[in-house]
Nanobody
Framework: QVQLVESGGGLVQPGGSLRLSCVAS????????MGWYRQAPGKQRELVAIITSGGSTNYQDSVKGRSTISRDNAKNTVYLQMNSLKPEDTAVYYC???????????????WGQGTQVTVSS
């Protein structure tokens, strides 16, 4: 089974920075997309950023320009560097990865348990 371990969350002041990381362990045949989602109280879970196996990236408009997603396939790790943090960034951040099935016929999805990011003075 695949396990995702997130780290890097915490309390930060507005304008500060955080670097989230997510490490996947277990048997993974081939990583596909890797990304970060977030969910604030009373709101739907939303995509923050995603990076494909080819390195293409996509960002939510609200974080574009101040966030960078990256990956290290050798370490089965995805990162999210967030700068100029705002109170509206406060949420539980979830790592999500997709991987090919053993036979390469479809994708499997895995979620981390989430890490709290709180932006407050």
């Amino acid at each position: 089974q695949v396990q995702l371990v997130e780290s890097g969350g915490g309390l930060v002041q507005p304008g500060g920075s955080l670097r989230l990381s997510c490490v996947a362990s277990g048997r993974i045949f081939r990583l596909l997309d890797m990304g970060w989602y977030r969910q604030a109280p009373g709101k739907q879970r939303e995509l923050v950023a995603i990076i494909t196996s080819g390195g293409s990236t996509n960002y939510q408009d609200s974080v574009k320009g101040r966030s960078t997603i990256s990956r290290d396939n050798a370490k089965n790790t995805v990162y999210l560097q967030m700068n100029s943090l705002k109170p509206e960034d406060t949420a539980v951040y979830y790592c999500k990865i997709s991987a090919e099935s053993r036979m390469g016929t479809y994708a499997l999805y895995y979620w981390g348990q989430g890490t709290q990011v709180t932006v407050s003075s």
